[in-house]
């Protein structure tokens, strides 16, 4: 049978014609879909390629994190790992250039932020670098400056030295809110990085005058740049901040920069003594009549409108004593003529400051002397900053020549004593301690004397000078007995259990002393050595002034060897052990200082 072909009418064939050619367009079309559709979601160029559409962008934003963090998981935070390096290689480029371009909201920029400081990638730099830039002060993004300072910190970034320093200046600790620690990140990050090029504007900060320490919220703003600055001036060893440190030595508006301004004197070392010593001489008018300016800040005036008599004499020697403990404490034996000398012009007050600061320079029959001297021509009932009666402090200084010498005179002196009864009471006990800390084995019958004295107590009753010391005594002749003039027998005594707890602690402060009396310079290497049993505050700080004390000259290797233990512990973050090593950064930047 013949089929018979039916022609379509034009109509119907233009029809037929675009509905091919639509199901043709609808197949390449959901062609098209199945392949954005099979696209890997667990390969990172999928979203980076996302990461400029603002649309996808916060999302992408999200996964590449993840990428990020699962792989810091896989390689246990090893960012050289086989797993984080490739991730790295792919994400930090576009999310550094998606942070610079801008136009983010606030928690997409901190997710990027985070990801670029934790990355610690120096590609990811610009936008380390924007963020420093760009924080203002009660500005928000406290977070995101956060996290750029720990990153450029933690790269040593040169390139952020700039903004860092414009954070600083910009930064008010008074006013942060949601991340009120951020100053400490700003100040470690600069104590990283370490710009020379910043030198000025340091300067600048330090110099800058507080007129009133009511006002708490200037005050702590101003800490912050002044305390930062001095310790910054100090690592730098800059010899243009001698003279503005000095002057926030001196000024008791400045009480707060004072320990950090002379620890950077330290620092400065030799550069600092001529300076220091013009001031001590009354010789550098400038900064005499700066210091007189300042000790008169906060005065209260009189009935005629005037700070009082008595005010205005002490500001006028106040620089002396000022300058005092900054040479005592560099440590240089160069000062203790001068100081020496200047002690013979003194009026009773700077006269017993210096006093207590000779104790600090290297020891000589000449500052025994001197110190002997001025100890008792010091009257009973003077009070020496910051408040203690100046007598008392003076022994406390007098133990640390290490000199056993001291205990028959300090015995004498304290049976001498005559007075009223509350302003020798205190002497005569700190006395006991005193000689009870030097004393040899063949001494113990002279303290004996000053231990079984006669006293009246506040209560009226009739006691001896002993009974309140009874058991720290006990515990020294004990030692004395079982030790007598044998180092090593100190020694290991010292790094007892028994020495390191607290109501036992006396037998390691007085071995720690015997060291110091019986030793000779090759004990510090010992003493250094056993530093990880001597867990007891009080032990650590008389043993680490026996190593001063046998380090007239200074000594660079044992300071290297003390600076270990303080980085150790610091970076342990242990906290018992940063704060027994706190005494340990002074004698480091003295012997330093020495060694110059």
């Given at each position: 049978?013949?089929?018979?072909?039916?022609?379509?009418?034009?109509?119907?064939?233009?029809?037929?014609?675009?509905?091919?050619?639509?199901?043709?367009?609808?197949?390449?079309?959901?062609?098209?879909?199945?392949?954005?559709?099979?696209?890997?979601?667990?390969?990172?160029?999928?979203?980076?390629?996302?990461?400029?559409?603002?649309?996808?962008?916060?999302?992408?934003?999200?996964?590449?994190?993840?990428?990020?963090?699962?792989?810091?998981?896989?390689?246990?935070?090893?960012?050289?790992?086989?797993?984080?390096?490739?991730?790295?290689?792919?994400?930090?480029?576009?999310?550094?250039?998606?942070?610079?371009?801008?136009?983010?909201?606030?928690?997409?920029?901190?997710?990027?932020?985070?990801?670029?400081?934790?990355?610690?990638?120096?590609?990811?730099?610009?936008?380390?670098?924007?963020?420093?830039?760009?924080?203002?002060?009660?500005?928000?993004?406290?977070?995101?400056?956060?996290?750029?300072?720990?990153?450029?910190?933690?790269?040593?970034?040169?390139?952020?030295?700039?903004?860092?320093?414009?954070?600083?200046?910009?930064?008010?600790?008074?006013?942060?809110?949601?991340?009120?620690?951020?100053?400490?990140?700003?100040?470690?990050?600069?104590?990283?990085?370490?710009?020379?090029?910043?030198?000025?504007?340091?300067?600048?900060?330090?110099?800058?005058?507080?007129?009133?320490?009511?006002?708490?919220?200037?005050?702590?703003?101003?800490?912050?740049?002044?305390?930062?600055?001095?310790?910054?001036?100090?690592?730098?060893?800059?010899?243009?901040?001698?003279?503005?440190?000095?002057?926030?030595?001196?000024?008791?508006?400045?009480?707060?920069?004072?320990?950090?301004?002379?620890?950077?004197?330290?620092?400065?070392?030799?550069?600092?003594?001529?300076p220091t010593l013009a001031v001590l001489k009354s010789e550098d008018k400038e900064i005499i009549e700066y210091s007189k300016v300042e000790n008169l800040k906060g005065v209260q005036p009189g009935t005629d409108n005037k700070p009082p008599a008595s005010a205005v004499k002490a500001a006028e020697t106040a620089h002396v004593g000022a300058a005092a403990i900054i040479l005592a404490t560099i440590g240089r034996g160069e000062a203790a003529g001068p100081m020496i000398e200047a002690m013979d012009k003194s009026d009773d007050l700077s006269r017993a400051i210096i006093a207590r600061e000779l104790a600090k320079l290297p020891g000589s029959a000449e500052t025994v002397k001197a110190f002997q001297s001025a100890f008792e021509k010091t009257p009973l009932s003077l009070s020496i900053p910051p408040g203690a009666g100046a007598r008392e402090s003076l022994l406390e200084s007098a133990v640390t020549f290490f000199d056993p010498s001291f205990t028959?005179?300090?015995?004498?002196?304290?049976?001498?004593?005559?007075?009223?009864?509350?302003?020798?009471?205190?002497?005569?006990?700190?006395?006991?301690?005193?000689?009870?800390?030097?004393?040899?084995?063949?001494?113990?019958?002279?303290?004996?004397?000053?231990?079984?004295?006669?006293?009246?107590?506040?209560?009226?009753?009739?006691?001896?000078?002993?009974?309140?010391?009874?058991?720290?005594?006990?515990?020294?002749?004990?030692?004395?007995?079982?030790?007598?003039?044998?180092?090593?027998?100190?020694?290991?005594?010292?790094?007892?259990?028994?020495?390191?707890?607290?109501?036992?602690?006396?037998?390691?402060?007085?071995?720690?002393?015997?060291?110091?009396?019986?030793?000779?310079?090759?004990?510090?290497?010992?003493?250094?050595?056993?530093?990880?049993?001597?867990?007891?505050?009080?032990?650590?700080?008389?043993?680490?002034?026996?190593?001063?004390?046998?380090?007239?000259?200074?000594?660079?290797?044992?300071?290297?060897?003390?600076?270990?233990?303080?980085?150790?512990?610091?970076?342990?973050?242990?906290?018992?052990?940063?704060?027994?090593?706190?005494?340990?950064?002074?004698?480091?930047?003295?012997?330093?200082?020495?060694?110059?």
């Amino acid at each position: 049978m013949s089929r018979t072909v039916r022609t379509l009418p034009p109509t119907l064939l233009m029809l037929r014609s675009l509905l091919i050619g639509a199901v043709t367009v609808s197949g390449v079309a959901v062609a098209g879909s199945a392949l954005v559709s099979c696209a890997d979601e667990n390969d990172p160029e999928t979203h980076v390629s996302k990461l400029k559409d603002p649309g996808t962008r916060p999302q992408a934003v999200n996964r590449l994190v993840q990428f990020f963090e699962d792989a810091m998981t896989k390689d246990n935070k090893n960012r050289e790992g086989p797993a984080v390096k490739p991730i790295l290689d792919k994400i930090v480029g576009p999310m550094n250039d998606t942070c610079v371009a801008g136009d983010l909201d606030e928690r997409t920029q901190s997710k990027i932020v985070k990801f670029l400081s934790d990355a610690r990638d120096p590609r990811g730099e610009a936008c380390l670098v924007k963020v420093l830039k760009d924080f203002k002060p009660e500005g928000g993004a406290e977070e995101d400056a956060r996290w750029a300072a720990r990153a450029v910190g933690a790269m040593k970034l040169k390139g952020a030295s700039g903004p860092l320093m414009e954070t600083f200046i910009k930064l008010r600790p008074s006013k942060l809110k949601k991340v009120p620690e951020l100053y400490r990140d700003v100040r470690d990050a600069m104590v990283a990085l370490l710009d020379p090029a910043w030198e000025s504007q340091l300067i600048e900060r330090l110099n800058r005058p507080i007129n009133d320490r009511k006002d708490v919220g200037n005050l702590k703003d101003e800490m912050f740049w002044q305390i930062t600055s001095a310790e910054l001036l100090g690592m730098l060893k800059s010899n243009n901040a001698v003279k503005p440190l000095i002057k926030a030595v001196i000024s008791p508006m400045k009480a707060d920069v004072a320990a950090t301004a002379v620890n950077a004197l330290i620092k400065i070392g030799k550069p600092a003594i001529a300076p220091t010593l013009a001031v001590l001489k009354s010789e550098d008018k400038e900064i005499i009549e700066y210091s007189k300016v300042e000790n008169l800040k906060g005065v209260q005036p009189g009935t005629d409108n005037k700070p009082p008599a008595s005010a205005v004499k002490a500001a006028e020697t106040a620089h002396v004593g000022a300058a005092a403990i900054i040479l005592a404490t560099i440590g240089r034996g160069e000062a203790a003529g001068p100081m020496i000398e200047a002690m013979d012009k003194s009026d009773d007050l700077s006269r017993a400051i210096i006093a207590r600061e000779l104790a600090k320079l290297p020891g000589s029959a000449e500052t025994v002397k001197a110190f002997q001297s001025a100890f008792e021509k010091t009257p009973l009932s003077l009070s020496i900053p910051p408040g203690a009666g100046a007598r008392e402090s003076l022994l406390e200084s007098a133990v640390t020549f290490f000199d056993p010498s001291f205990t028959p005179w300090i015995v004498r002196t304290a049976q001498g004593m005559k007075g009223e009864e509350s302003d020798i009471a205190p002497i005569r006990e700190a006395s006991l301690l005193a000689s009870a800390k030097l004393m040899t084995a063949d001494q113990i019958g002279v303290v004996d004397g000053l231990y079984n004295a006669k006293v009246t107590g506040a209560d009226g009753k009739s006691g001896t000078l002993g009974k309140g010391f009874e058991k720290e005594y006990k515990v020294a002749k004990d030692l004395l007995a079982a030790c007598g003039d044998k180092v090593e027998c100190y020694l290991a005594k010292l790094a007892e259990p028994a020495s390191q707890a607290e109501e036992t602690q006396f037998q390691g402060i007085k071995s720690a002393y015997m060291v110091g009396v019986l030793g000779s310079p090759d004990v510090r290497k010992k003493l250094i050595d056993l530093m990880p049993k001597l867990s007891n505050a009080a032990v650590r700080f008389v043993a680490v002034s026996v190593i001063d004390h046998f380090s007239p000259k200074g000594d660079k290797a044992i300071a290297d060897q003390l600076q270990k233990i303080v980085d150790d512990a610091e970076s342990s973050k242990d906290a018992n052990k940063m704060t027994n090593n706190a005494p340990f950064k002074t004698i480091i930047y003295r012997l330093n200082a020495r060694a110059q």
